[in-house]
């Protein structure tokens, strides 16, 4: 008897019945999204500014006089003191003219005594009748010369004096070194520039404003002022001073912010956050990355109440540094992915995760 077709047959049975038995492959898990309820984060309508902190006094220092730079113990960033010695120059040869000056008076006091005793003798002699009148009147006049004379070197000797100690530059305000254009062993003119020198007492930002947005800024304007080194801090500003022209090369016009209660966290040189409230209604404004552009319309996803996605279409005003102004498309309440839109798919579950929490930013990352 063949039993070949009998176990072909047992064969298929067997997988029918495995078949049948085989249990249905679990659901996929639902993937973790952070998502941002409409309307808690309505706000008005911000113009930010990227700015440098500059020090409202910045000056350059330099020597009165010419010579060979010997010595500059000032270090580009250290902080120093009013008096603090900057940089020196050789002091050789005003040192040697200031001793010259002094000779010069030593002499003409010399010179004073001989003629105030040749005066005073012939004077004499004058009541005496032994020399004419004229000769009392040339030795007068020799008096008087050799006080002026006095007079001369003893201003000389003191220009001498001031000119030695020129030889030291010294910080005139407590202060930063921002520019230390000369080094040791550098022979410098008289005003030419050595060392730049920040004023410590009174920080600002400077920014650049376009000529299309100059007119709603004005002097006494309040802003807040952000770190970007630390977001955390806010500052009050005040517009000080606005440019009357335009920079040639940006064609931009240079904005002065006043943070009068400026501390450490606004470090010369580093970068500063303007932000310019306008008095316009509340905007909804959404990261960059919740909006996918789909056929040339901007769209986001919306998470429905049985956190299922649907894509909805939405208008974008002004993109701004902290994301895009939603004009119409969303209401309060409306749930909305803000991190990872590219990567879902109409009809995905998602396990949503407020924005707030640790968690969401360890999905941002």
Known sequence: MNIRPLLALACAAGLALAG??????????????????????????LTVYAGEVRARHESDLAFRIAGKVIE?????????????LLARIDPQDVEANAEAAKAQVVAAS?????????????????????????????????LLAAQARLQQARSQSEI??????????????????????????????????????????EREVQI??????????????????????????????????VASAADVATRTYAVRIAVPKADEALSLGSTAAVVFPSAGKPAIVLPHGAIVQNEGQAKVWVVGSDNTLSARAVKLGAYREDGALIESGLANGDRVIVAGAHRLAAGDKIKPVAEPTPVALDIKR
Request: with cysteine.
């Open 20 to 45: 049948c038995s085989r249990e249905a492959p679990p659901p996929a898990e639902a993937r973790t999204a952070v998502v941002r309820t409409v309307g808690s984060t309505e706000a008005q309508q």
């Open 72 to 84: 500059r113990p000032a270090a580009l960033g250290a902080k120093v003191k009013k008096g603090e």
């Open 110 to 142: 010399s010179d004073l005594a001989l003629a105030k005793a040749e005066f005073d003798r012939s004077k004499a002699l004058a009541e005496q009748q032994f020399v004419s009148g004229s000769v009392v009147d040339q030795r007068r006049a020799a």
């Open 160 to 201: 001498a004096s001031n000119q030695a100690s020129y030889a030291r530059l010294v910080a005139d305000r407590d202060g930063t070194v921002t520019a230390t254009p000369v080094d040791a062993g550098q022979v410098v003119a008289a005003g030419q520039a050595v060392v730049r020198l920040a004023a410590s007492n």
């Open 208 to 241: 650049f404003i376009p000529e299309k947005r100059l007119a709603g800024t004005a002097v006494g304007a309040a802003v807040l002022v952000s770190p970007w080194a630390d977001k955390g801090k806010v500052f009050d500003g005040v517009v000080r001073e």
